[in-house]
């Protein structure tokens, strides 16, 4: 697996490499990087990689808690997963309407999502529960 001007390839598919037009994010606190793919994300630190579950849809975007402790990841179903970085662990899942696009993590803890469903509508979670917090129109 590598990237190549914001594309993720993936070589074990039988036919070849499939590209994935998603971008790969590094954490700041921790220096890992999370790299968007086919059914699910991947996890790469200096000491492990680790892929999480399979959520039956590509994952379209990532991004990191602001410690490091969690990676989060849309996918092209509305589904939003948040990880626990010391393995593949789902600790929760948010629904939004239509295929995430992007996603961005504050300091403060809430997540916003991006969705291609051309409401303009921007979804807001809460990081440690995974609650909705907000849905900005």
């Known amino acids: 697996v590598s990237t190549l001007t914001g594309f993720a390839l993936s070589t074990g598919s039988p036919t070849g490499a499939v590209a994935f037009p998603y971008h790969c994010r ?3 606190a921790t220096g890992a990087t999370a790299q968007p793919g086919p059914h699910c994300a991947t996890l790469l630190t200096g000491e492990s990689r680790w892929k999480s579950p399979d959520v039956g849809r590509d994952v379209t975007s990532v991004g990191f808690s602001a410690d490091g402790g969690r990676m989060v990841f849309g996918t092209m179903g509305g589904s939003v ?5 010391k393995g593949p662990e789902v600790v929760h899942q948010c629904l939004a309407d239509g295929e995430i696009r992007c996603l961005a993590v504050s300091p403060a803890g809430l997540v916003a999502v991006g969705c291609a469903d051309l409401s303009s509508k921007t979804w807001l979670f809460d990081l440690r529960t995974g609650q909705p917090a907000h849905l900005v129109d």
């Open 26 to 28: 590094v954490c700041p």
């Open 81 to 85: 997963y948040i990880v626990d970085t």
